[in-house]
């Protein structure tokens, strides 16, 4: 089973901020917070991970609570482009850590 | 092109049947994965492999089957095929020491 919970669905405004919750009240020490987003039937895309501290990329921002049970993915512009599924995911990490994924959280970027 | 593919993208077969879907990748990744997609769920795993001769199971093995001769390619094969493996099947990769998988495009599977 997947250890985190995400909610099923969330809608954002073109040009406003995405802001996906994921909860991860098990995780270990050494495990990392992954995202991944699938855009309809496509493969999954990495997006960004963490470990304690909060990350930065191109695609996103990820901010991850001082106790490391819960995260936030923050899409800062989000465009109808990113219209997708996003799965939150605990691992390892890298080729140790086999990918379990959830249902995710569907998100839905309207004009 | 540089990247990881799948074929055939699409495949209807009958019960009973074998089929193998490919998986290619020209990076030289060490690791591979083969997971599977139902319509509702999550991506599960059925087969990963640490390097060429090296495989293990995952999630869901049963039914499948999975060679690794050469880094580049990592063959799925369902050895006699059933209803309940129509599913879309995605190969995966990742270097060594990496942090990201990379997915190929899938392979949508149909077994009547």
């Known amino acids: 089973d997947a250890k985190t919970t995400q909610p099923p669905s969330m809608d954002c405004a073109e040009g406003r901020a995405a802001n996906l919750p994921c909860n991860h009240s098990?995780?270990?020490?050494?495990?990392?917070v992954y995202w991944y987003r699938q855009i309809h039937s496509q493969g999954p895309q990495y997006i960004i991970h963490?470990?304690?501290n909060n990350e930065t990329n191109e695609m996103a921002s990820l901010i991850i609570t001082e106790d490391r049970k819960s995260s936030t993915l923050i899409l800062p512009h989000a465009t109808l482009r990113d219209t997708a599924v996003y799965y939150c995911i605990v691992s390892l990490g890298g080729s140790q850590g086999n990918l379990i994924f959830g249902k995710g959280t569907k998100l839905s970027v309207k004009p | 092109d540089a990247g990881i593919t799948q074929s055939p993208r699409y495949k209807i077969t009958e019960t009973g049947r074998q089929v193998t879907l490919m998986c290619h990748q020209t990076w030289s990744h060490s690791y591979m994965f083969w997971y599977r997609q139902d319509l509702g769920h999550g991506l599960r795993l059925i087969y990963y492999?640490?390097?060429?001769?090296?495989?293990d199971k995952g999630e869901v093995p049963d039914g499948y089957v999975v060679s690794r001769s050469k880094t580049e390619n990592f063959p799925l094969t369902l050895e006699s095929a059933t209803r309940s493996q129509t599913s879309v099947y995605f190969c995966a990769s990742i270097r060594d020491r990496g942090d990201e998988q990379f997915f190929g495009p899938g392979t949508r599977l149909t077994v009547l």
């Open positions: 492999s640490a390097a060429a001769d090296i495989t």
């Open positions: 098990t995780i270990s020490g050494n495990e990392y």
């Open positions: 963490g470990l304690k």
